[in-house]
């Protein structure tokens, strides 16, 4: 049987258990969030790569054309001069220039073909990505309030079971909390069961004093503790 001692400290126990879940719970909070804004990091990251490489692309493509363009000038030029010039060895060589020209203006236009159709595809796969990455990102975000929510929630529930575990220890004499606090430090649960001879904190045998005296009436006032680990304990005959 409990004595009024036994039940004050369980009721103060059962509260301190309650604020350390709500702290601990408390604690890992902002981890949670960091590894959630971390994956929206990645997510934009990704964004940003497939929007670097479309863009490097379009910029190839750009560069092609300026080639392209340019060739083009060149070989308008040869054209010119060949039309004005009067010995064969000049038409030919100019003739020359220009085949080879034309050529090149061949292999680029070519080049330009393949990056526009690389440009059609990563346009394709870039808005594909995009917003199945900014679906992804909506539904972090989304966590990130709930779990500040729950946070906000857990904070208002912290402060309601502190003020608990002060009333709880109000009854409690300051010689009898010193102990608690001392054992609270090292354990948790404080105050367990003994069934049989065994400890419900260590799991360990009590020694055959602290079960005689658990089994006897003694001191309601007197608090009887395991001597493999300290705790407060009581009998449990159920």
Sequence with gaps: ??????EKLLILQDRDVKRLGLEAQLKVSPS????????????????????????QLESKKKLIETEIGSAETKLAKYKTQQSLVKKNDEYQAL????????????????????VMYQ???AK????????????????????IRSLRERGENLAAELKVAQAEVATAR???????????????????????????????????????????????????????????CGRIVWFDNM
């Design 1 to 6: 049987m409990l004595t009024p001692l036994l």
């Design 32 to 55: 949670e969030i960091a590894a959630v804004e971390q994956r929206i990091a990645a997510e934009k990251a990704a964004i940003e790569t497939a929007r670097t490489e479309l863009m």
């Design 95 to 114: 003739g020359h220039e220009i085949e080879t020209t034309e050529a090149a203006i061949g292999t680029l236009e070519e080049q330009e073909l393949q």
């Design 119 to 121: 440009i059609d595809e």
């Design 124 to 143: 394709k796969k870039f808005a594909a990505a995009e917003a199945v990455l900014k679906q992804n990102i909506s539904g972090h975000e989304a966590r």
């Design 170 to 228: 109000e009854p409690v004499g300051e010689p009898i909390l010193r102990l608690y606090d001392r054992l609270a430090t090292r354990h948790m649960p404080v105050c367990v069961p003994v069934k049989g001879n065994t400890c419900g904190g260590c799991h360990l045998k009590v020694s055959s004093e602290v079960e005689s005296a658990l089994r006897g009436k003694g001191d309601p006032a007197k608090l009887i503790t395991c001597d493999q």
